[in-house]
């Protein structure tokens, strides 16, 4: 069974900084691209970043390109986004996801909220 | 970017009854790469149809999906009671963008 299982999540002022990490287990790790989805409180899905295979391409969305850096560990089935510079609109519920080329397999989700 | 524009916002229906939902693109969906995801208050979203028309594992048959190019439509022949929840297309290119959502509601 896919386990999916971020941490990292938590209350950070506008400027700060943060790390999610995700575990995966369940399915071989090295054969997935991975990704990052965010749902901002009552709103919808939005497609954050995401990692290939070997972790030697990254994609993001254009509003956290140069904030936001996705990269994976493959020989501990981790995989991280560490956000800086977070502002008050990141606030959002992040998911770890597996692609395999559609979204198959979600975390439960992990709560960033950026306040003052 | 590929914008990806879903109506209605809201679907009243009643349990048993047709559900149809849209999905319009901005651009032509390569490949048809456009997937249905359902998600309800408080869990993760579920893929339901990927490749336009594929039901994902496990997925009832009253679920299906059809279109090309800039249409689609999610289809959910007989709304059962766990079936109202907010259902999101997503088109999974080389970038992946979402539409806004369709909330299925009871009539």
């Known amino acids: 069974e896919v386990q999916l299982v971020e941490s990292g999540g938590g209350l950070v002022q506008p400027g700060g900084s943060l790390r999610l990490s995700c575990a995966a287990s369940?399915?071989?790790?090295?054969?997935?691209?991975m990704t990052w989805v965010r749902q901002a409180p009552g709103k919808g899905l939005e497609w954050v970043a995401n990692?290939?295979?070997?972790?030697?391409?990254?994609n993001y969305v254009d509003s956290v390109k140069g904030r936001f850096t996705i990269s994976r560990d493959n020989a501990r089935k981790l995989f991280y986004l560490q956000m800086n510079s977070l502002r008050v609109e990141d606030t959002a519920v992040y998911y770890c996801a597996k692609e395999d080329w559609s979204i198959p397999d979600w975390g439960q989700g992990t709560l960033v909220t950026v306040s003052s | 970017e590929n914008v990806l524009t879903q109506s209605p916002g809201t679907l009243s229906v009643s349990p048993g009854e047709r559900a149809t939902l849209s999905c319009r693109a901005s651009?032509?969906?390569?490949?048809?790469?456009l997937a249905w995801y359902q998600q309800k208050p408080g869990q993760a979203p579920r893929l339901l149809i990927y490749?336009?028309?594929r039901r994902a594992t496990g997925i009832p048959d009253r679920f299906s999906g059809s279109g090309s190019g800039t249409d689609f439509t999610l289809t959910i022949s007989r709304l059962e009671p766990e079936d109202f929840a907010v259902y999101y297309c997503q088109q999974y290119g080389y970038f992946k963008t979402f539409g806004q959502g369709t909330k299925v509601e009871i009539k």
């Open positions: 490749g336009a028309s």
């Open positions: 990692i290939n295979k070997d972790g030697s391409e990254e």
């Open positions: 369940g399915f071989t790790f090295t054969n997935y691209w």
């Open positions: 651009q032509s969906v390569s490949s048809n790469y």
